[in-house]
Structures are given as structure tokens and as C-alpha cells.
């Protein structure tokens, strides 16, 4: 564990930094690159960048990207005004303490508000609890929990 520091940067993500969110996405259990996948893979994060209802985010320390939050507003029904989500959020094993995680969220807060969001909500697994913890201290609740079912395609 590093001590915090203010080196820390936040920053819109950008088409530059795919090699790196997609490291960051595989320490958080995602499939790894192959030459297979990697074309598709990258067209759907320049989607999701290029998308308008995005602004998923990028910590940094001596410019190398060490985490990654990815932040989508979206409609939510009986609400009228837009949620905001967070279906990724990883800080690199090497640089957790230094107070990235609690960077990005702080900046996806103030995106979020400026986007007329009412709330934030954030997917995180069960065994993530050092990372709960983190969210609780930001001021976020556990609220629920959520299901997947693989569909074999």
C-alpha cells in the first residue's frame, strides 16, 4: 500500500488509453485481449467514448493510467432526470492506497451533477470488500445486489 498522495490525476478517458483500460479491465476479471477479440473490442470502447451518454474517466500518476472508472448516464424509469452508472471502476494492485479510486469517484460525482443526475449507482462483486469499503467512505450505501445469467452465445 502506497500513502495517498496528491499525485494523483483525473481525466476523461480517451482512444489513446485502450491498452491500458483494457489491462485494467483484465486485473478486474474481464477476458483478456486476443488476436481474435481485439479488433472488436476496441471498436465498442471508442463506442462507448464517442457515445453521448458517456464520461468514464482515467486516474493517473506520472502519466501512466493506474485506474479507470467507466461512467454511463442513462434513463431510469418513474425518474426524470438521468441515473448515473458505474459498471467499472479498477484501480491497478500496484497503485491502490494512493487515493485513485476516491479520485475517480469524486469526479464522477461532480460529472454526474452536472448532468442532472439525482443519483449514482455503482456494480461491484461480493468479494470486492476492501473496495466497499472505499465506496462507503465516498458516501455510497449498499443498496442491493445484482444477477447474471450467461446466455451461451
Known amino acids: 500500500?502506497?500513502?495517498a498522495t496528491n499525485n494523483v490525476t483525473v481525466?476523461?478517458?480517451e482512444a489513446g488509453d485502450f491498452a491500458a483500460v483494457t489491462g485494467l479491465l483484465t486485473e478486474l476479471g474481464r477476458p483478456a485481449l486476443t488476436p481474435q477479440n481485439a479488433e472488436g473490442v476496441e471498436a465498442v470502447y471508442r463506442r462507448h467514448l464517442e457515445g453521448?451518454?458517456?464520461g468514464s474517466l482515467v486516474a493517473e500518476v506520472d502519466q501512466v493510467v493506474i485506474g479507470f472508472l467507466s461512467l454511463v448516464f442513462r434513463e431510469h424509469l418513474n425518474f426524470a432526470t438521468p441515473q448515473a452508472w458505474i459498471p467499472d471502476l479498477i484501480v491497478t494492485e500496484s497503485a491502490r492506497g494512493m487515493g485513485a479510486a476516491r479520485a475517480l469517484l469524486e469526479a464522477a460525482f461532480a460529472a454526474a451533477r452536472e448532468a442532472g443526475c439525482e443519483f449514482v449507482r455503482l456494480e461491484s462483486g461480493y468479494g470486492r470488500t476492501v473496495a466497499h469499503r472505499v465506496y462507503e467512505a465516498v458516501g455510497m450505501s449498499?443498496?442491493?445486489c445484482y444477477f447474471t445469467k450467461r446466455l451461451g452465445l
Open 1 to 3: 500500500m502506497h500513502p
Open 52 to 54: 453521448p451518454g458517456t
Open 142 to 144: 449498499n443498496d442491493g
Open 11 to 13: 481525466r476523461r478517458a
